[in-house]
């Protein structure tokens, strides 16, 4: 799986949109770009994926570059319940009979302010 | 929905003690993991199941046993804990898919070896 590149702490304020960027510059063609977020103590937590679209859910937009070399992520109206460690992640798709395991980088801690 | 739950929150256990830590899904989801995160390692994982009957190693696998008797439980056993296994402990489940596969995280039970 490529290897990921994010600053290691960010900071936004309340209300504000918080843009989490990521470089991926190995990036193979048949690999996705996934978000996770852990909050302290907690479970990490699914945010948004894409291959090479940009994507768009109800926590998140996912924005990929035309080359795939970079991502941002990006949270529209941040809360102080957004603060969290981001965790960038590439990997390939699942086959028949793998086992696939996520792998966790630094991240990025971001820290939304009142 | 619950999702994944993880038994217990947290534990202390004596060196040598053996202790079995369970997870449950209810999402009907075909694989799941066993992750371990250390400071400065990230999320490693320990072991996997493709589907109900099979189990695999990951990367971490010694001093770490699993079974899959069902879809739902994937209980994670150390024979005999050593200080070393003192850790967070995430459970975690994906539907299986092949290509794009999402996993879903527990939240996660604390294990002190002393």
């Known amino acids: 799986d490529a290897k990921t590149t994010q600053p290691p702490s960010m900071d936004c304020a309340e209300g504000r949109a918080a843009n989490l960027p990521c470089n991926h510059s190995?990036?193979?063609?048949?690999?996705?770009v996934y978000w996770y977020r852990q909050i302290h103590s907690q479970g990490p937590q699914y945010i948004i994926h894409g291959l090479k679209n940009n994507e768009t859910n109800e926590m998140a937009s996912l924005i990929i570059t035309e080359d795939r070399k970079s991502s941002t992520l990006i949270l529209p109206h941040a809360t102080l319940r957004d603060t969290a460690v981001y965790y960038c992640i590439v990997r390939s798709p699942r086959g028949e009979t793998s086992g696939s395991r996520l792998t966790f980088g630094e991240g990025t801690q971001l820290t939304v302010n009142p | 929905i619950a999702g994944i739950t993880q038994a217990p929150t947290s534990q202390i256990l004596a060196a040598g003690r053996r202790m079995t830590l369970r997870c449950t899904q209810d999402?009907?989801?075909?694989?799941m993991y066993w992750y371990r995160q250390d400071l400065g390692l990230g999320l490693r994982l320990i072991h996997y199941s493709n589907t109900a009957g099979t189990t695999g190693k990951g990367e971490v696998p010694d001093g770490y046993s699993v079974s899959r008797a069902n879809t739902d439980d994937f209980p994670l056993t150390l024979a005999s804990a050593v200080p070393s296994q003192t850790s967070v402990y995430f459970c975690?489940?994906?539907?299986?898919?092949?290509?794009?596969?999402?996993?879903?995280f527990g939240p996660g039970t604390r294990l002190t070896v002393l």
């Open positions: 999402m009907r989801h075909n694989a």
């Open positions: 190995t990036i193979s063609g048949n690999e996705y």
């Open positions: 975690a489940s994906s539907e299986g898919l092949v290509g794009t596969d999402t996993q879903y």
